[in-house]
């Protein structure tokens, strides 16, 4: 006979994959202190920053102690005077935003949660709850790896030491560097000695491009009086200022004429390929398809564009949809 004996401690936690950086988290919502009570919010309430989040048990001594950790890591050297122009931001002027959340919605831990935050520098502090203390640690649990993962939410012990998490995130739509939501970091048992990875990941995000819009790039150029609209073509190279100012050419010299869109084939798939200027806005491009040289109608793309930089232009390749006609036309619609 076999006997296998298997044993177990008093507080069996099961651990779950934390969810990794650089995956996107979904809008998570939680209460934040106002007067004498909370409001329910969210993250993209904070939405143009970044947001470092503490969520901590107010009775654990070692969750004080990774919640004071990135106070004085991550909190107090961006928030240094030293730093200037750039106080309560990042290397590139990003504004920092920084919440303590308890675990604990309980109103007992309304004074400690309001003291430890204000002493370790978070500029808010709140609960992994709603504003009536209902529906607590989801937060913890979804960042941890996923709620509940079979943790007895209403018995702390049974999620082991996973009772504090550090997660940073950007919240800059557009960054250069990050997606929208992009978890930079997430961590439990924040140290000293994570500070200096915290602060580079932090810096390391870029604020969203700014886009030149025709308005300011007209503005830039010696046209002729009269000859400044987007129909105008002072340099009579046939294309119009627009185009110019969408492909990256210039307006006044006509030798800098971009052919425009070319239309390639990879084996059944046809292509239209063309160049744009990067970092323009405030213009609408619509790819339309015809039978004939009228009668134009948007093409409706099943495949993302195909962006390649090359210089100082972006090359645009846009796969089109399959057709039996026989004949097919194809147009580059840009318009302000």
């Known amino acids: 006979m076999k006997v296998i004996l298997f044993l177990f401690s008093a ?3 099961v651990q779950a994959a934390e969810l990794p950086v650089g995956s996107i988290s979904a809008n998570q919502t939680f209460a934040v202190r106002s007067g004498s009570g909370f409001i329910n919010s969210s993250l993209d309430a904070y939405q143009g920053k970044i947001l470092v989040i503490m969520m901590q048990t107010p009775w654990c001594p070692g969750c004080l102690s990774n919640s004071a950790a990135v106070g004085d890591g991550i909190l107090d050297h961006f928030n240094a005077a030293s730093r200037g122009a750039l106080r309560g931001k990042n290397a590139h002027g990003i504004e920092i935003d ?3 959340l308890s675990v604990e919605p309980a ?6 949660n309001a003291s430890f935050a204000s002493t370790n520098g978070y500029e808010q502090w709140g609960l992994d709850a709603n504003a009536q203390r209902q529906s607590p640690r989801v937060m913890l ?5 996923g709620y509940p993962n079979n943790i007895n939410s209403s018995n702390l012990y049974d999620w082991g030491e996973d009772r504090r998490r550090v997660v940073i995130l950007n919240l800059v739509k557009g960054s250069a560097s990050h997606d929208y939501r992009e978890i930079v970091l997430n961590q439990n048992y924040f140290s000293s000695v994570d500070a200096a990875d915290a602060q580079s990941q932090i810096n390391a995000i870029a604020p969203a491009p700014t886009y030149t819009s025709y308005a300011n790039w007209s503005l830039s150029q010696s046209f002729p009086v009269g000859k400044s609209g987007p129909n105008d073509d002072p340099d009579l190279d046939g294309c119009v200022n627009l185009m110019e100012f969408f492909h990256g050419t210039h307006p006044l010299q006509a030798a800098s004429r971009y052919p425009g ?7 059944n798939t046809m292509k239209i390929v063309y160049r744009r200027a990067r970092n323009i806005g405030g213009f609408t491009v619509d790819h339309r398809t015809s039978d004939g040289v009228s009668g134009w109608q948007s093409i409706t793309l099943t ?4 962006i390649t930089a090359i210089g100082d232009v972006d090359e645009v390749s846009v796969t089109l949809p399959v057709t039996a006609d026989a004949t097919r036309f194809y147009q580059l619609a840009v318009s302000l």
């Open 11 to 13: 507080s069996c936690a």
């Open 141 to 145: 649990g979804y960042f941890r790896g």
């Open 261 to 267: 869109p070319s239309l390639t084939r990879e084996g």
């Open 107 to 112: 109103a007992g831990w309304d004074a400690n």
């Open 98 to 100: 920084s919440i303590m």
């Open 303 to 306: 495949t993302p564009l195909a």
